[in-house]
């Protein structure tokens, strides 16, 4: 069956990609728009910061934000704390943050020891243990899961907590053996 030239035609725009633009083929400006987004790293502004970067919005478009999110809960709703600066998706959150309820300092997990943990000079204690250690478990000589144990616990020997002497590299299976993971450092609760 042979179709007529205008039924060809018809069944022709059906056939492009968008149906609400079917047959209308885009200026050749928009074209190299397009065809630049697709370009990732080769495209000309690829790792630039964008033409707003820490620009003020303008007031039109912080209403318009405003007004698009009347009516949904604040995102620090239900939450107590130091909030300033707080970075809702990073380590706070994937770690399921304790929604600002403090425990006693001591402990392990209270917000002052967990900032202590994520520092520059812990991180450097930790290092220099996997370091004097030959970064391998020192009990069962594995490689894989390492972490930096504290021989007398962290929590109740404040100032050992940096001494590379107080410290040990275990693997994590290894660590949790020891009796003085996680919890189970209480029973040194009475020293402090
Ligand atoms: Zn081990």
């Given at each position: ?31 190299e728009l397009?065809r630049q987004t697709k370009l990732g790293s080769k495209n000309p502004n690829f790792g630039k910061?964008s033409h ?141």
């Amino acid at each position: 069956m042979a179709h007529s030239q205008q039924t060809k035609d018809k069944i022709r725009k059906a056939l492009m990609g968008n149906k609400n633009s079917a047959g209308v083929i885009p200026s050749e400006k928009t074209r190299e728009l397009i065809r630049q987004t697709k370009l990732g790293s080769k495209n000309p502004n690829f790792g630039k910061p964008s033409h707003n970067r820490g620009k003020p919005m303008s007031a039109q478009s912080r209403r318009k934000l405003s007004a698009s999110r009347m009516g949904q809960p604040a995102w620090n709703r239900g939450r107590r704390g130091p909030f300033k600066n707080m970075n809702t998706t990073g380590l706070a959150k994937g770690r399921g943050w304790n929604r600002g309820i403090r425990k006693p300092e001591d402990q392990c997990s209270s917000p002052r020891n967990a900032r202590i943990r994520r520092s520059a000079e812990y991180d450097l204690w930790r290092r220099s243990v996997f370091y004097r250690d030959g970064f391998k478990c020192i009990w069962c000589g594995t490689k894989r899961e390492l972490q930096a144990d504290h021989i007398k616990p962290f929590a109740y020997f404040p100032e050992l907590r940096f001494a590379i002497d107080n410290g040990r590299t275990l693997c994590k299976p290894c660590h949790k053996t020891t009796d003085t993971y996680g919890h189970k450092a209480r029973r040194f609760s009475h020293l402090l």
